[in-house]
Structure formats: C-alpha cells, structure tokens
C-alpha cells in the first residue's frame, strides 16, 4: 500500500516563501500523477498543482506564477515551492496521488500566512 508524508508547513508572513515536500513509499509510487490540495476549515478540498508522470505540471489560476511543483529523479518525492505567500493562501495543504481509479492523500501540513 502507498503511503504519502508531508512536510514543510509552518508559520510565514505576507510575502514570504515555504517548501512543501511529499514522499510517497510503497510499491510502484513512483512517477504517477502526483498532486497538491488545499483546504480552508469550512470549504471543499481545492487543487493547487500537479504533475503528470510525463512531466508535465498544471497550477490552479490562484497560485500561477507564484508556485512550482517539481518531483525528484527517483520520482517519489515531490516539492511545491511557494513564494510571495498571501494571507488567503493559508490551508491545510494535501499531498495527493492517483493509481489508476484509486487515489491516496497524506495526512496534511498546515500553512499559515500572517498578513
């Protein structure tokens, strides 16, 4: 069974940056479609960004040109790097990975901006 650990939230000011990183361990995790969430206490799970196993990434409008998600060579890590953090960029955020019609999240790290 593939598990997912998040690490990297914390406490940031308006402006500032963090690095959110996701390993994924288990048989056959690496190189999927790997994704990150959001959720405000309240409100629907929302999609920040992802990355295909071709490489290919896609962002949500909200966070374009201002995150980067990556993955590392052995495929079962990846990183989203946040810069220019806003107060309404404040969540829980998920790590999240699609196996075939099957999906596994992580357990969340909170985000926190201070305006």
């Known amino acids: 069974q593939i598990q997912l650990v998040e690490s990297g939230g914390g406490l940031v000011q308006a402006g500032g940056s963090l690095r959110l990183s996701c390993a994924a361990s288990?048989?056959?995790?690496?190189?999927?479609?790997m994704a990150w969430y959001r959720q405000v206490p309240g409100h629907q799970r929302d999609f920040v960004a992802g990355?295909?196993?071709?490489?290919?990434?896609k962002y949500s409008d909200t966070v374009k040109g201002r995150f980067s998600i990556s993955r590392d060579n052995a495929g079962k890590t990846i990183s989203l790097q946040m810069n220019d953090l806003q107060p309404n960029d404040t969540a829980v955020y998920y790590c999240?990975?699609?196996?075939?019609?099957?999906?596994?999240w992580g357990q969340g790290t909170q985000v926190t901006v201070s305006s």
């Open positions: 288990g048989r056959s995790s690496s190189f999927l479609t």
């Open positions: 999240n990975l699609k196996l075939g019609l099957g999906e596994t």
């Open positions: 990355i295909y196993p071709n490489g290919i990434t």
